[in-house]
């Protein structure tokens, strides 16, 4: 039997906390599969809420901005080369992190870097009962959206779930103009307590032996010595590359698709007139 399958759409709850309601989107969507009583389904486009973005699902697809993206990108490949001596050692961009603390659920960390893993694999699910091992690391990027989650719900879940260090790059307005700032937690007996910054106002990240400061209104990191790390433009260069190599990929997958969607169809017209003249003919 053929499949037939459609994409539907359906508007957001409404979400009071949102900078945008005329944007159903603004966070994100899911895709459900709903089957039908015939054998076929539809998949569902499903807006995602303030609180799916808390605690997402796999497949999830959240949305960013390019800044957020390059922020990620740049973080990332600093410090992955930075525990690139540990084999035990993984840096995680957007992978869904189940705890094994019950009152806390999942979450989808902007990076979670870990020490201790015993073998590397293909997470879309941290499970951290399963892994043996825990985050030693969460860094969160705000966006307008999402930051009150990130200063307040994440705040107190990734303590309860027993994450050492929290850190916070804010985007907040100065001035009325945007800015950026760093809020860092350290766990203790007592809970969180707030991560005493250097002289420049640097943050240390001990997992990664690094700093995380913030110049001319941009995250940058340093080694111990204070040298920066990473070649800023570079990384930035590359990561629009990468983004335009994805957007052609995207439009190459679309036409994929569609060429299929033409196909079936056509499958389907010809297995329907096949039928139609095999009943024609036991009919004679």
């Not at 959206?145 to 990734?158: F, G, M, P, Q, V």
């Amino acid at each position: 039997m053929m499949t037939t399958v459609e994409v539907l759409t359906r508007p957001a709850l409404d979400d009071s906390t949102s900078t945008d309601q005329s944007d159903p989107y603004r966070y994100g969507w899911r895709y459900v599969r709903q089957d039908r009583d015939d054998g076929t389904y539809v998949t569902e486009q499903i807006p995602l809420t303030l609180e799916d973005v808390l605690h997402p699902e796999e497949g999830d697809q959240v949305t960013h901005n390019v800044a957020h993206q390059r922020r990620i990108h740049y973080l990332c490949s600093v410090l992955k080369a930075r525990l690139a001596h540990d084999p035990s050692a993984v840096v995680l961009d957007d992978v869904r992190v189940a705890w094994d603390t019950p009152e806390v659920r999942p979450h989808g960390p902007d990076i979670a870097v870990i020490i201790g893993v015993r073998e590397r694999k293909n997470w879309s699910t941290f499970d951290v009962a399963k892994e043996g091992v825990r985050p030693a690391l969460i860094i969160e990027l705000t966006s307008p959206e999402t930051a009150s989650i990130d200063r307040s719900n994440k705040l107190e879940e990734y303590d309860i779930a027993g994450v050492p260090l929290y850190v916070i790059v804010d985007g907040v307005t100065s001035r009325k103009q945007p800015a950026l700032r760093l809020l860092g937690y350290t766990q203790t007996p007592n809970g969180y307590q707030v991560l005493a910054p250097n002289e420049q106002g640097w943050l240390w990240l001990a997992p990664a032996r690094t700093w995380l400061g913030i110049t001319q209104n941009e995250i940058v990191c340093y080694d111990e010595a204070g040298q920066p790390l990473g070649d800023y433009l570079e990384l930035a260069v590359a990561l629009e590359a990468e983004m335009e190599a994805r957007a052609a990929l995207a439009i190459a997958l679309k036409a994929e698709t569609e060429a299929r969607a033409v196909a079936e169809a056509r499958i389907q017209e010809l297995e329907a007139e096949v039928r139609r003249l095999r009943t024609r003919d036991e009919g004679a």
